[in-house]
């Protein structure tokens, strides 16, 4: 029975993997992009500048590669836990910064799904990108997750 689910631990972290890539895409490509009604990165720079984080044009260019690309990047298996490093950071400053004062659930913009997504990262970060992965396809891991 162990043996069995042994193989699904594995399948746990792809599916983990990629769907905080697939949501880290999305969610860079409005701000990097100014996709899907995002406000690109002249937004994020305003939205930074108002909550006081300076200066604000360069920090909302790391953010906002740091969510498309890292999201493509941990989607691939590809640097994995560098970008999932840089998720948690950008989960931690984005709950701290924006979220925490409007209480924990997520309809009220609290820190509810940020928090979500930073433990997804966290646990990415932890676990490795897995066995199906350019990472370890390319030796980058050498143990399979």
Not at 53 to 82: K, N, Q, Y
Not at 105 to 117: A, D, I, N, R
């Amino acid at each position: 029975m162990a043996q069995r689910l042994e193989g699904l631990g594995r399948l746990a972290v792809l599916i983990l993997r990629l769907y905080l890539g697939f949501v880290f895409v999305m969610h860079g490509s409005q701000k990097l992009l100014g996709a899907f009604g995002g406000a690109g990165v002249s937004g994020v720079a305003s939205m930074l500048a108002k909550l006081g984080i300076e200066p604000s044009v360069p920090f909302a260019w790391v953010l906002s590669i740091t969510e498309f690309v890292g999201g493509i990047c941990i989607f691939l298996g590809f640097l994995t836990r560098f970008w999932a490093a840089g998720l948690v950071i950008d989960m931690s400053v984005a709950i701290i910064k924006v979220h925490f004062v409007n209480g924990f659930f997520w309809g009220k913009s609290g820190f509810e799904f940020p928090m979500t997504l930073g433990v997804v990262a966290l646990t990415i970060l932890l676990t490795g990108p897995g066995a199906v992965s350019v990472d370890h396809a390319t030796g980058i891991e050498k143990r399979a997750t």
